[in-house]
């Protein structure tokens, strides 16, 4: 198994891959409550224009299979999806230590995902570690959202470091909104 930055398109349509098996549409009840899922769709071609700005981070396995992945997601590119151009208008109008978060240097995570089968082994973990030893020099925070009823994802992000600061909706759903403080951390 390896961690690393996506450097080609095979690893592109993996995460285009993982995604489409996670989907909260896809799923049954049971299985969103006890594994968890995405719920963003996002198109080979948004990937790939995510990947140019910085590409995110992915775990493959032997075979070079995407078996997870955390979506880099810059300023760049919060107009071409409406839940990030929603995602990045709440974050900028919420303040973190006293300062308005549209004035700080943040990325957010656009997705993150684990394949079922490689679930609590600390991938989610690592995946974040790397991500935060890639790219915490050039920004403060890490900023993502989980959806009220993802109570799996939620853990995740809590025991990685991330904190929640916010709960807003979207759509038809209820959101936390976490932030993992780069400059200020026990975890990663």
Same mark, same amino acid.
Not at 43 to 64: A, N, R
Not at 156 to 178: K, M, P, S, Y
């Given at each position: %198994?390896?961690?690393?930055? #996506? !450097?080609?398109?095979?690893?592109?349509?993996?995460?285009?891959?993982?995604?489409?098996?996670?989907?909260? /549409?896809?799923? !049954?009840?049971?299985?969103? !409550?006890?594994?968890? +899922? #995405?719920?963003?769709?996002?198109?080979?071609?948004?990937?790939?224009? %995510?990947?140019?700005?910085?590409?995110?981070?992915?775990?493959?396995?032997?075979?070079?299979?995407?078996?997870?992945?955390?979506? =880099?997601? /810059?300023?760049?590119?919060?107009?071409? *999806?409406?839940?990030?151009?929603?995602?990045?208008?709440?974050?900028? &109008?919420?303040?973190?230590?006293?300062?308005?978060?549209?004035?700080? @240097?943040?990325?957010?995570?656009?997705?993150?995902?684990?394949?079922?089968? *490689? &679930? &609590?082994?600390?991938? =989610?973990?690592? %995946?974040? !570690?790397?991500?935060?030893?890639?790219?915490?020099?050039?920004?403060?925070?890490?900023?993502?959202?989980?959806?009220?009823? @993802?109570?799996?994802?939620?853990?995740? *992000?809590?025991?990685?470091?991330?904190?929640? +600061? *916010?709960? +807003?909706? +979207?759509?038809?759903? =209820?959101? @936390?909104?976490?932030?993992?403080?780069?400059?200020?951390?026990?975890?990663?």
């Amino acid at each position: %198994m390896e961690i690393k930055r #996506v !450097s080609n398109l095979e690893e592109l349509q993996g995460i285009k891959t993982l995604q489409q098996n996670n989907l909260k /549409t896809a799923l !049954s009840e049971q299985e969103k !409550s006890q594994e968890g +899922f #995405v719920t963003a769709v996002y198109s080979l071609d948004l990937l790939k224009q %995510m990947h140019q700005y910085c590409p995110s981070v992915v775990c493959v396995d032997g075979e070079k299979k995407v078996i997870g992945y955390a979506l =880099a997601t /810059t300023q760049k590119i919060r107009s071409q *999806h409406p839940l990030l151009e929603n995602l990045f208008a709440t974050i900028d &109008r919420q303040k973190f230590k006293g300062n308005l978060l549209k004035k700080s @240097n943040y990325i957010i995570v656009g997705q993150l995902c684990v394949s079922k089968e *490689h &679930r &609590r082994q600390g991938i =989610a973990q690592k %995946m974040y !570690s790397y991500f935060k030893t890639a790219l915490s020099e050039r920004y403060e925070y890490c900023v993502t959202d989980v959806d009220i009823t @993802n109570t799996n994802s939620l853990k995740t *992000h809590l025991a990685t470091g991330f904190r929640v +600061f *916010h709960e +807003f909706t +979207f759509g038809d759903a =209820a959101w @936390n909104l976490v932030l993992w403080d780069w400059n200020n951390t026990q975890k990663g």
